[in-house]
């Protein structure tokens, strides 16, 4: 008793050093004359993009693959089909359409059967509907996280959507069962597939940054996204082809970068003539609105963990 | 030597609206919510018009490599923008900072936990959250479990873990990171006092392997011991940069004392609280020994001074305290109606003083407030009122156990004890339990 609680202290933790020496096995690498010429970080106000966002982005790649791991794994925590929600979604989905549309309707259907035919469209939107959905919500949900660490933002969006792709894998199984059943032959068409779930999923990427970034300031996003996901879906030929139209109007509905990768769905999978003008005008607006929600994204990064 | 971190004209503003009434009404609730946390800051500045308010202002410091500096300030100072700042989650609007170094910053213990996943999934979650490499946890995987002593529960859930062991799954992962600099807000203020003293015997390895920590703390007795300098804050700036031991017994001194938040007085009876019958004069708070700016620690002696007028002759009165720690716990109630001398007596019109004598261990470290009641007739409240003086008991800047931290306890009375031998056994004693 007495001694003062330098003392004390230093008592206390130098036989823990000793049991735990393994703990840093070598700190070498942490010498301290060692330290780099130019700082590894500058802080500042910054203004656009920088070399050091990209490098940054590529050293938290672990990352994004922790965070995706992470929503899968909760994603179907405590209930009792697990997994299975990511079939029976799309399923369902194709048999009451097929109900409705196939048989009552009669929507055509390009001369695939019309099970096999709206089930590859669903495949595609509802990979599309729910990533837009989660990431546009998931800054908003990683709020806790934001406000306490600091990692690329974009990590957060961009692992929301990467999970869907997993949902994407399984119902991409069922799909092959449907085509099988209905024998529905696949050609090599089917080397775009992986072409066109690129393009879904980097549009997908583009709207869930935007959406994102504008949920943390205007908590209105939360109520319009539902309403525009389902808007959206019927100007898209989910369960009608874009034959269903007139030839003179079938332009407009090019103008939703949905189409021409729904389409380009079908003709990978089911061997159908491609439509290489629609599928470029996918292409160029994807890329126009990946660069816009970049652009957003990065200008309203910084003020993320203040008004989160 | 070149520092590892080089702070310049460092400043972070935060905008706070302006207060135009025409909001309706959710609007305006989710503006005031959102102003609330800030407001106390505004209010201290005395700007109350301002639509703006600078949370770190002019930070221009330097840090050598594996100094571990301890950053010290009231609440509402700027310790945690600063941090924010350094560890690049909000970004600074004036200044710049280098960084020489990796930077890890632990704000809160347990980052990223999600309650569903069990603690083995959680270890790499959070680890790859803090910035770890996965074949780094993986190689420290071992490790970091045995740190939390969870290897049975190391494939539930989280969600399923009492307080006490997410904390210990949470700092095993965070005691791993492997930075050249940490940033450490105020993250063992939880968790109890045994399990504070193996995380600070943790950090206490960190800084001996030469590596860089900057650490926020209201704990004294950890800066003192842990950092050889320290940083105090004060309504966004730096106040004083040196050695630990002298900024903390100056921040101590400064802070705590300055009669105006120990004190209320009202000099006009007419404008003062209370009512027909009696009206308040002051009330304070004041060591017995020492001037009346001294801090106050669990040791002190003080005294709570009320003085009030008595309006009505005759009136049979007396004064009781309610004294609230920071929990809004009472942690006692006290009443003058027991004195002799006017227990029971009617009492002159006149103004009074009554004061109760705080004896030393008796509180517990922490912020504490009190209410005054003016009593009638042994049980009629008459006025109450709830005092602004609030007052901070502080730890002992010099304690003779190696604890750290709040000790649990509402109270904390020094008691008297004593162990007697009972029978000696007739195994030899072991050279260690002599020793203790």
Redesign the interface.
């Known amino acids: 008793m007495g001694i003062s609680t330098t003392d004390d202290y230093a008592s206390t933790v130098k036989p823990a050093s000793q049991t735990t020496e393994l703990a840093h096995p070598n700190p070498a690498h942490l010498s301290a004359v060692n330290l780099p010429d130019a700082p590894l970080v500058t802080i500042e106000a910054s203004k656009a993009w920088s070399a050091s966002e990209l490098h940054d982005l590529w050293a938290f790649r672990e990352l994004l693959y922790f965070l995706t791991w992470r929503d899968v794994k909760v994603r179907y925590k405590q209930t009792e089909l697990g997994i299975a929600w990511a079939i029976i979604q799309p399923l369902f989905t194709m048999l009451v359409f097929t109900l409705f549309f196939g048989r009552l309707a009669r929507v055509p259907s390009d001369n695939v059967p019309y099970p096999v035919f709206a089930y590859a469209g669903l495949l595609a939107w509802t990979f599309f509907a729910n990533a837009i959905t989660n990431s546009g919500n998931s800054l908003v949900g990683s709020a806790n996280l934001i406000t306490k660490v600091y990692f690329p933002r974009m990590i957060i969006p961009g692992a929301a959507v990467a999970a869907g792709l997993v949902d994407l894998a399984l119902a991409f199984v069922i799909l092959i069962v449907l085509m099988i059943y209905y024998q529905v032959m696949i050609t090599w068409s089917i080397l775009m597939f992986p072409v066109v779930v690129l393009l879904t999923t980097l549009l997908a990427l583009g709207m869930g940054m935007w959406l994102s970034a504008l949920n943390v300031k205007y908590r209105d996003v939360r109520f319009a996204l539902p309403f525009l996901v389902q808007l959206w879906m019927f100007v898209s030929p989910v369960i009608y082809p874009t034959s269903f139209l007139p030839a003179k109007w079938r332009w407009l509905l090019w103008l939703n970068p949905m189409t021409g990768i729904i389409e380009g769905y079908r003709s990978a999978l089911f061997g159908l003539r491609f439509n290489w003008l629609a599928l470029a005008v996918s292409t160029g607006l994807t890329l126009v609105v990946l660069g816009y929600a970049s652009y957003t994204f990065r200008r309203m990064e910084k003020s993320f963990a203040d008004i989160v | 030597?070149?520092p590892?971190v080089?702070a310049e004209n460092?400043g972070k503003r935060?905008s706070i609206g302006t207060r135009d009434a025409a909001y309706d009404t959710l609007r305006e609730s989710l503006v005031e919510a959102?102003r609330a946390p800030l407001r106390r800051l505004r209010g201290r500045n005395g700007k109350q018009n301002s639509e703006t308010i600078w949370a770190l202002k002019n930070a221009n410091f330097e840090v050598?490599?594996?100094e571990v500096i301890g950053i010290i300030g009231r609440n509402g100072a700027g310790k945690s923008t600063l941090l924010?700042?350094?560890?690049?989650?909000?970004?600074?609007?004036?200044?710049?900072?280098?960084?020489?170094?990796?930077?890890a910053?632990l704000?809160?213990v347990g980052?990223?936990f999600?309650p569903?996943?069990t603690g083995r999934?959680n270890i790499?979650?959070n680890g790859?959250?803090?910035?770890m490499?996965?074949t780094e946890i993986v190689s420290?995987f071992d490790?970091i479990v045995e740190?939390s002593e969870l290897e049975k529960f190391l494939d539930t859930?989280v969600k399923r873990y009492s307080s006490g062991m997410y904390m210990r799954l949470a700092f095993a992962v965070a005691?791993?990171l492997?930075p050249?600099i940490l940033v450490i807000d105020e993250v063992l203020a939880v968790g109890d006092a045994q399990f504070q003293?193996?995380c600070?015997?943790?950090m206490?390895?960190v800084a001996?392997?030469?590596?860089t920590v900057l650490f926020v703390s209201h704990n004294m007795?950890a800066i003192?011991?842990?950092c050889q300098r320290a940083l105090w804050l004060d309504h966004g700036e730096i106040i004083e940069d040196g050695a630990a031991g002298p900024v903390v017994s100056s921040y101590l001194h400064g802070s705590f004392g300055g009669g105006a938040s120990l004190e209320e007085v009202w000099p006009e009876a007419e404008t003062a609280p209370g009512n027909e019958s009696i009206r308040l004069r002051r009330v304070r708070i004041k060591p017995v020994n020492g001037s009346p700016t001294d801090p106050l620690t669990t040791k002190t002696p003080f005294t709570i001074e009320v003085e009030y007028w008595n309006l009505r002759p005759d009136a049979k009165l007396h004064v009781t305290i309610h004294l609230y720690t920071e929990h809004e716990i009472v942690a006692f109630t006290t009443g003058s109606g027991h004195e002799l001398k006017w227990a029971g007596q009617p009492m002159p019109v006149g103004l009074y003083r009554s004061v109760c004598q705080v004896p030393g261990d008796l509180l517990n470290v922490g912020r504490h407030r009190f209410k005054v009641l003016v009593i009638k007739d042994g049980t009629s409240v008459l006025y109450q009122h709830e005092s602004n003086a609030t007052f901070e008991i502080l730890d002992l800047v010099?304690?003779?156990?190696?604890t750290y931290g709040h000790e649990p306890g509402v109270v904390k009375p020094a008691l008297n004890w004593s162990t007697e031998l009972l029978g000696a056994t007739d195994s030899d004693p072991q050279p260690e339990d002599r020793a203790s």
Do not use: C, N, W
């Not at chain 2, 690049?88 to 200044?95: A, D, F, M």
């Not at chain 2, 001996?208 to 590596?211: A, D, I, N, Q, V």
């Open positions: 030597m070149k590892i080089r460092l935060y959102m050598k490599p594996g924010k700042v350094l560890s690049r989650i909000t970004e600074p609007t004036t200044g710049r900072a280098e960084l020489y170094g990796r930077v910053s704000l809160e980052t990223g999600h569903e996943l999934e790499y979650l790859a959250i803090l910035g490499k996965k420290k490790q740190f859930p005691s791993h492997e050249e003293k193996k600070l015997g943790k206490g390895d001996t392997e030469g590596r007795v003192q011991s842990l010099e304690r003779d156990i190696s």
